[in-house]
Structures are given as structure tokens and as C-alpha cells.
């Protein structure tokens, strides 16, 4: 069976209030030929179809546009839940004319799917052969063997309609939801089967995972993340939405990956490659899975003018980064006036935020960076960036390794002078994150 796991389109949303429908159409467009060119049986939609629980008409028609150009008539599965940023009610509001096209929209965690009382009429399509609670089974023209799918939508306390604890310690509230979830989990994976491709598909944040600003956060009281642990249910595979930056969850027990928003939706993901996931499952069998890269969206990128606004002139005339959004960091003596602001929008269509840095900015922020330690600076980025996990030692030890191969945590630690930028620490993470694809 051939499978392609995608996330977090967010149709609908902006960016600085510039719409960004363009590129979500081009996305739909090339994920369809992706579809098409892979052959693919299965497309799972890992949840945040849309930006917002009350989406425009644009994004909305968007949406159903592409959930016919990928089920191709009820000839391949399509499987979509609904994320946080999602009205469950909603996202599945065509389900009853969803169904008889091989697509199954799934909202509320606790919402009981029937099979297809169709079954016998649907002849060279895609066929819900069983279902209930967070799971279904589905046959699909052209595979010898079924799917059976165990889905977690976003599993909030309201969506589950539940008090998981009486304690209001963020230790303990985040201890019974991992646990609920792993419940959860458990339950659905009762449904698979030896001679069915076993996949798992939800919305929602394992611990350690590595954030961007884009993802607006998960709340659920003070307890968020879910251990890796819950991960453990008898799948081949689990798809995951809401991280947008695309990774694999370290120390799940089978291939567990998050596949990253389709679009750059903040100037945190500067450098992010984006991408829907690959899989090649068969009934009892690891899966191979792999990344296929997007080019729909136009780049996010910073620019730093250090030499002030004449540097930015000189780069408009030659062109740089003509297609991309450009979010300018610009130094200057004086007051940026109203005409220079208007002058570089003319110019650059896509010039989205303009700040001005005076020097004795500057100053004040390289002052208070050098008075932590570096692997104190380390330690907050990587706390930050996971969700409040601490780094292990040896991490922070190569991370120093890395900035100066003679110098080892104590020296660093007895020298608070050491000046290094953050962003610079920032650029090193993402590098690392993409080359090896894992959560550190």
C-alpha cells in the first residue's frame, strides 16, 4: 500500500495580513500531482485543515476541491481529522457525501464511524468495510490487503468531554493526559489485524518535539505534550500533525513522524525544507518511508541591511530573493520616514515587516547576551524550541564542542564574556534538525 501523510495546510490563513491562497492553490495542485505520479493508494491529513474554526468561503472551497481531486472519484482513500485550529463539526459536515467517494473525515475524538451501507454498490472504489470508535477499516481498489486506521483527533478535555484530573500541579495534569491518551491509543489498536496495513493517525504534541512560532500552542490547562510512550499501540506507522516543521519523534517504537506544515507560516521556519511524507507499508512488514520535497510556497527569508537603507536599494536592484517574502531588519541613525517605508513597498511587493535598529540598540542586546554562559544560552534555546524539555549533557557538550572544539562546558562556564548571537544557535539547531530529521 501506498501511502502519502500531509498536515497543517491551514487554508485560510495570512501572513502579516497578505493573503496566502496563492500558494496554498499551488500546494493542492502539486500534492495532487505527487498523488498521481507516486500512484498512491491512501492520503492521511493529520489535522489543522484550516487556519481558523470559521474559515473563509475561499479556503473552504479550496478544501472540497482537493478532497475530490485526491479520492479521484472514490478510487483511492482519503483520510482527514480534524486539528486544533479546526471546528470538528465542520471539517465533517459533507461526511455523508464524503463517504460514497472514499473519504472518511473524522472530528471529535469520541465520534462513532458506521461502515458504508453502500458496500455492495461500490464496485472499483473505496469501501468502509467496518468502523467505530477512533478506528476504521477500509478497502482500496487495486490493494490486495485492507487498511484499518486507528485516528485521534485533537484529544482536548472539551473535545473529549472529560476532567482527566482534579489537581491543578502541571506535572500531574500532564502525567494523566499522556496516560489518557496511551488509553486511547490502546483502545483503537484492538482493532487491527495481522492480515491489515496498521496505521495511526492524530493532532496532537509529543514531548521533545522541536516548535516554531507558526503553531499557535496546544492548550489543554498546563499540560500539553504527550510522552512517546503513547505512541505504543500495535501501529506500522503514525502520522501526526501540528509541529510544523517536519521531523521523526526519537524513541517511538515504529516510524512516528510529524510531516511539517506544506508552507512557510512564520519567519521561524527561515531554511525549513517543506514536505509530505512517503510510506510503503505491506501487512506485517516495517514500513519504508521517505520525503518528498515541496516547492509551492514561496520562501520566508530575513534580510539584516547593516549598512543601512542604501544596502536594501542595492539589493532590490539586483534582485535578490525576488519570489520570497522578506521580513527586513534594517539599521539606521535616524527615524525611518514614511516615504522610505512607501518607496521600498513599491518596489518589493512582498517586503511583509520593516524594522529599524539603532546602534545603541544593538548594544543593549549584545550586553545582556554576554552576560550568560553560552551553554546557559543553549540551554534556554533547546527549552524552548521542545516544549520545556532539558537538554542531556552530552548534547550541550557537543553543542560547545561545535562552537570551539578546545573549549568544554566548565571552560565555557567560567567564561561569561563569550559573545555568540542566538540566531546563530537557532540556524545551527534547524541545520542539525534537517539534516538528521529527528527530534533532538
Not at 14 to 21: A, D, T, W
Not at 94 to 122: C, E, F, M, R
Not at 208 to 222: A, H, K, N
Not at 392 to 404: G, T
Request: proline share 5%.
Amino acid at each position: 500500500m501506498r501511502i502519502i501523510h500531509t498536515s497543517d495546510w491551514h487554508l485560510g490563513r495570512m501572513l502579516e495580513g497578505r493573503s496566502r491562497i496563492e500558494e496554498q492553490v499551488k500546494f493542492i495542485d502539486e500534492l495532487c500531482t505527487i498523488v498521481e505520479d507516486e500512484a498512491v493508494d491512501l492520503v492521511l491529513i493529520a489535522g489543522d485543515v484550516f487556519d481558523t474554526v470559521n474559515p473563509p468561503a475561499i479556503a473552504e472551497e479550496l478544501f472540497y476541491d482537493a478532497l475530490n481531486r485526491l479520492s479521484a472519484g472514490g478510487k483511492r482513500a482519503v483520510v482527514a481529522i480534524a486539528g486544533n485550529h479546526d471546528n470538528p463539526e465542520r471539517l465533517c459536515a459533507a461526511s455523508p457525501l464524503a463517504v460514497g467517494n472514499g473519504i472518511t473525515l473524522y472530528g471529535l475524538p469520541k465520534d462513532v464511524l458506521t461502515p458504508s451501507l453502500l458496500a455492495q454498490l461500490n464496485q472499483g472504489k473505496v469501501v468502509r468495510v467496518a468502523a467505530g470508535q477512533g478506528w476504521v477499516e477500509l478497502h482500496i481498489p487495486g490493494c490486495p490487503d485492507p487498511a484499518i486506521i486507528a485516528m485521534l483527533p485533537y484529544p482536548s478535555e472539551s473535545r473529549l468531554n472529560e476532567v482527566l484530573s482534579e489537581s491543578l500541579d502541571e506535572e500531574i495534569l500532564r502525567q494523566e493526559y499522556s496516560k489518557r491518551v496511551q488509553q486511547l491509543f490502546a483502545t483503537f489498536g484492538q482493532n487491527f489485524r495481522a492480515d491489515a496495513v496498521k496505521l495511526g493517525i492524530s493532532h496532537l504534541f509529543v514531548r521533545g518535539g522541536m516548535q516554531s512560532e507558526s503553531e499557535r500552542p496546544i492548550e489543554l490547562g498546563s499540560a500539553p505534550t504527550v510522552e512517546v510512550e503513547a505512541m505504543s499501540f500495535g501501529a506500522q506507522y503514525v502520522a501526526l500533525g501540528h509541529l510544523h516543521r517536519a521531523q521523526a519523534v526519537k524513541g517511538a517504537p515504529v516510524p512516528t513522524r510529524y510531516s511539517g506544515s506544506p508552507l512557510a507560516y512564520s519567519f521561524s521556519e527561515t531554511g525549513y525544507a517543506k514536505s509530505v511524507i512517503f510510506i510503503e507499508a505491506f501487512p506485517g512488514q516495517p514500513v519504508t518511508t521517505r520525503e518528498i520535497f515541496l516547492s509551492a510556497g514561496y520562501p520566508l527569508v530575513k534580510w539584516q541591511a547593516k549598512e543601512g537603507l542604501a544596502q536594501v536599494q542595492r539589493w532590490i536592484d539586483e534582485g535578490k530573493d525576488l519570489n520570497a517574502w522578506i521580513d527586513l531588519e534594517v539599521s539606521v541613525t535616524g527615524a525611518l520616514n514614511s516615504q522610505d517605508i512607501h518607496t521600498l513597498r513599491r518596489q518589493r511587493e512582498r517586503l511583509i515587516n520593516i524594522r529599524p535598529v539603532f546602534p545603541e540598540t544593538e548594544q543593549i542586546v549584545a550586553e545582556a547576551r554576554s552576560k550568560l554562559p553560552i551553554d546557559e544560552l543553549f540551554r534556554k534555546f533547546y527549552q524552548d524550541r521542545t516544549g520545556g524539555a532539558e537538554p542531556e549533557q552530552e548534547l550541550v557538550s557537543l553543542f560547545l564542542s561545535l562552537i570551539d572544539p578546545d573549549k568544554n562546558s566548565e571552560g565555557y562556564e567560567e567564561n561569561g564574556s563569550i559573545k555568540v548571537e542566538l540566531h546563530n544557535t537557532e540556524s545551527l539547531s534547524h541545520t542539525n534538525g534537517r539534516a538528521e530529521g529527528e527530534i533532538a
